[in-house]
T-cell receptor
């Protein structure tokens, strides 16, 4: 079955430090990929998406992600984290071969220390 | 900017009662979805709906669940006889076409007591 792995359950970074959140997926030759952010008790806000083309995509709030097909990865990065970035981050993958549903990773909780 | 809206934001119900969660997808979208997130767990796909019928459903979406598009704007999820384990955040989403960006609503937090 299709699966999405976010290996880090919790990450703590200092404000101003760089950030990388990992995401790997299995199965599917033609993925389309998303990163969502969720603040406590809130909905899912789309940070960025990849469908095709340039494998480095820019999103909102200064985030970017790079799709590496050879590694089946779509890691999220930010060069300088702000305290307001503290939230839970979900990677989600859709597979053209498997319909329109999204498969979500388990999420990574980001804590920012000042 | 167009958005998906869900009502209510919170719902508390007694075990065994029926609940209907409501969603208004983006007006020109054609594909509709329900996902759920049990507290502390990942977001899970429940069902997708296109052209007035279910196009795909997960193992979670058993006979207790049903979906409907009763008019041109609403998309509902009904749980016939709620169980404690149905307590979760339920998200509605819509897409314009196949394999396009999903727009999510803010969710309905369902608590079964």
């Amino acid at each position: 079955a299709q699966s999405v792995t976010q290996p880090d359950i919790h990450i703590t970074v200092s404000e101003g430090a760089s950030l990388e959140l990992r995401c790997n997926y299995s199965y599917g030759a033609t993925p389309y990929l998303f990163w969502y952010v969720q603040s406590p008790g809130q909905g899912l806000q789309l940070l960025l998406k990849y469908f095709s083309g340039d494998t480095l995509v820019q999103g909102i709030k200064g985030f970017e992600a790079e799709f590496k097909r050879s590694q089946s990865s779509f890691n999220l990065r930010k060069p300088s984290v702000h305290w307001s970035d503290a939230a839970e981050y979900f990677c989600a993958v859709g597979f053209v071969e498997y319909g329109n549903k999204l498969v979500f990773g388990a999420g990574t909780i980001l804590r920012v220390k000042s | 900017e167009p958005e998906v809206t869900q009502t209510p934001s919170h719902q508390v119900t007694q075990m065994g009662q029926e609940v209907i969660l409501r969603c208004v997808p983006i007006s020109n979208h054609l594909y509709f979805y329900w996902y759920r997130q049990i507290l502390g767990q990942k977001v899970e796909f429940l069902v997708s709906f296109y052209n007035n019928e279910i196009s795909e459903k997960s193992e979670i979406f058993d006979d207790q669940f049903s979906v409907e598009r009763p008019d041109g704007s609403n998309f509902t999820l009904k749980i016939r006889s709620t169980k404690l384990e149905d307590s979760a955040m339920y998200f509605c989403a819509s897409t314009l076409g196949e394999n396009t960006e999903a727009f999510f609503g803010q969710g309905t937090r369902l608590t079964v007591v």
